[in-house]
């Protein structure tokens, strides 16, 4: 069974720029979650899809985006990107929510 | 307010020995505590997972206890390799998911 997929795996952006991040979960899982990884916060909730709806939102400014497709697929947007959102992007899907949660390898983005 | 600690921060050792991780959470209502092992550049890996009603739970070398009352939990890792080095994070589901910032094992030779 493949794991979660997550491309691209490196990024590198200028401050204002925009990006988009994608995750693809294990085959049958329906939930989503995305987190950002810092050196010094650790692991942050961003948001969780399941079936295509945003089920629950870390506490990120609106310029944090997400959506999910009918396949299960999950994207999310960063737009005006500023030096702070340098970070490691997990994602992880799981059967539900209060399932446990697979993570994918991450998208290592970084601001300049 | 929700947390959850562990410690130490990080934490160096020779191969072959034992260490102890913990973490220790204010989290409620507690469903269940999750340890994971991050290696460097890759996602979190799930090492164990404990309800309220387990206080021991066993991975091969990596031996997790819970204590509901204290709200504490520690990770034992037992006769340590060079690929223990990573980092460990300690997970708390309550309505939603907190977490630890984790200890950085190094283990050295």
């Known amino acids: 069974k493949a794991g979660v997929t997550q491309t691209p795996r490196y990024l590198i952006k200028t401050r204002g720029q925009q990006v988009t991040l994608s995750c693809s979960p294990i085959?049958?899982?329906?939930?989503v979650s995305w987190y950002q990884q810092t050196p010094g916060q650790g692991l942050q909730f961003l948001f969780e899809?399941?079936?295509?709806?945003?089920?629950n939102k870390g506490n990120f400014p609106g310029r944090f985006s997400g959506r999910q497709f009918s396949n299960s697929r999950s994207e999310m947007n960063v737009s005006t990107l500023e030096l702070g959102d340098s970070a490691l992007y997990l994602c992880?899907?799981?059967?539900?929510?209060?399932?446990?949660?697979?993570f994918g390898p991450g998208t290592r983005l970084t601001v300049t | 307010k929700n947390q959850v600690e562990q410690s130490p921060q990080s934490l160096i050792i020779l191969e072959g020995k034992n260490c102890t991780l913990q973490c220790n959470y204010t989290v409620s209502p507690f469903s269940n505590l999750r340890w994971y092992k991050q290696d460097t550049g890759r996602g979190p890996v799930s090492l164990t997972i404990?309800?309220?009603?387990?206080n021991t739970k066993s991975n091969g070398r990596y031996t997790a206890t819970l204590d509901a009352d204290t709200k504490q939990s520690s990770l034992h890792i037992t006769a340590s390799q060079l690929s223990d080095s990573a980092s460990y994070i300690c997970?708390?589901?309550?309505?939603?998911?907190?977490f630890g910032t984790g200890t950085r094992l190094t283990v050295i030779p």
């Open positions: 992880a899907s799981s059967l539900d929510s209060r399932w446990e949660q697979y």
């Open positions: 997970v708390v589901r309550a309505n939603n998911l907190f």
């Open positions: 404990m309800t309220f009603s387990e």
């Open positions: 085959s049958g899982h329906r939930s």
């Open positions: 899809y399941f079936s295509e709806t945003q089920r």
